[in-house]
């Protein structure tokens, strides 16, 4: 039985938009969207030429930061990403790691394929004592 991998398990619903895209304009089209609460943790901030991924911004961060400042000038960089051939204790290991609520996953020339969710991996998952 092959290993379900990251590729399998993704999500596409996710927010993604150029570094000068600023605060206020990010917030307005965000409110407007219509979108489900579970793909406003991040915005995925990516170049305009092949989107790639360049940085992050927490939406905690977002709603506190000035209107006219740019997603550029707040994005976290770099961002912690998983491969579309990783497995779900790859997945598993890197979310207990770090604690994000949703890791980007990147192909070869790191560009975002979407988003795995921490509770579409951790849901179930049973912590075992290393031996």
Do not use: C, W
């Not at 795995?116 to 031996?131: A, F, L, S």
């Amino acid at each position: 039985e092959r290993e379900v991998t990251a590729g399998a398990l993704v999500s596409h619903d996710y927010v993604s938009l150029a570094p000068e895209s600023r605060v206020g304009e990010t917030l307005e089209a965000l409110r407007r969207s219509g979108r489900e609460r579970e793909s406003l943790s991040y915005i995925y901030v990516v170049s305009e030429r092949g989107k790639e991924e360049v940085g992050v911004v927490d939406i905690r961060e977002l709603v506190l930061a000035e209107d006219s400042v740019t997603l550029g000038e707040i994005m976290a960089s770099p961002v912690v990403t998983a491969e579309e051939d990783d497995t779900r204790d790859d997945l598993t290991d890197l979310f207990a790691k770090y604690h994000y609520r949703m890791v980007p996953v990147v192909d070869s020339q790191d560009r975002i394929k979407g988003v795995i969710r921490y509770k579409d991996i951790m849901n179930g998952v049973v912590t075992r004592p290393r031996t």
